[in-house]
């Protein structure tokens, strides 16, 4: 079993719909998450980041965590085509040395006009 | 531009060759981390390193690989007679430290090895 689980997709939805994008873990010593959105041929750009379970908004994103089913999801309100890209969830335990990030394969998200 | 620099974005080499690819940190911060991304798959972690020291190393390949980051300059992964399988995207990411500080990326460096 892989520690991160992503459907690649891809994900496609018209513009102006609710995305919802997930990933499930194995490794309950991951206590940091993150989502960052990354664009052909460019770096990861980081979207969110949070370390406890529940909510998290941050404009039209919204992260939410649930630690005790190994569960994150990353919301997309009011899709846009600009949001088409491939988003990557990411996660760390607490350090101790350790502080390289775990990846998901990513996911490649459409919006169609 | 106060983000992650990486350079050069293309490296071509042939099979045996050397490739040194370079990283300069976002200003203020001082940890560095190198992860690879093959075709297909997603980021790999491959080394952690903070100014002189190597602080882990658990996803590096044992052999032909190495990476350093000096008092003064960038951050250097070196990958010693290049094969075919190296062919990736290789980016940096740099952080200030701690446990509550994301990382962030630059934009990678493409490796083809002919």
């Known amino acids: 079993q892989k520690e991160v689980e992503q459907d690649p997709g891809p994900l496609s939805v018209p513009e102006g719909a609710i995305v919802s994008l997930n990933c499930t873990y194995s490794n309950s010593a991951f206590q940091y998450f993150m989502w960052y959105r990354q664009y052909s041929r460019k770096g990861p750009e980081l979207l969110m980041y949070t370390y406890s379970s529940g909510n998290k908004e941050d404009g039209r994103f919204t992260a939410q965590v649930d630690k005790s089913s190994k569960y994150i999801s990353l919301f997309i309100r009011d899709s846009q085509p600009s949001d088409s890209a491939t988003y990557l969830c990411?996660?760390?335990?607490?350090?101790?040395?350790?502080?390289?990030?775990?990846f998901g394969k990513g996911t490649h998200l459409i919006i169609q006009p | 531009n106060a983000g992650v620099m990486q350079n050069p974005r293309h490296l071509v080499r042939r099979r045996g060759q050397e490739a040194r690819l370079r990283c300069s940190p976002m200003k203020g911060h001082s940890h560095v981390y190198w992860y690879r991304q093959l075709p297909e798959e997603g980021l790999k972690f491959m080394v952690y390193?903070?100014?002189?020291?190597?602080?882990?190393e658990s996803g590096m390949p044992k052999e032909r690989f190495s990476a350093e980051f000096p008092k003064e300059g960038p951050s250097i992964l070196r990958i010693q007679q290049v094969v075919r399988g190296d062919s990736a995207a290789y980016f940096c990411?740099?952080?200030?430290?701690?446990?509550?500080?994301?990382?962030?990326f630059g934009d990678g460096t493409r490796l083809s090895i002919l």
């Open positions: 990411a996660m760390k335990d607490s350090g101790g040395g350790a502080d390289g990030l775990t």
């Open positions: 390193l903070q100014k002189e020291n190597i602080i882990d």
């Open positions: 990411a740099s952080s200030p430290g701690g446990d509550n500080q994301p990382q962030h």
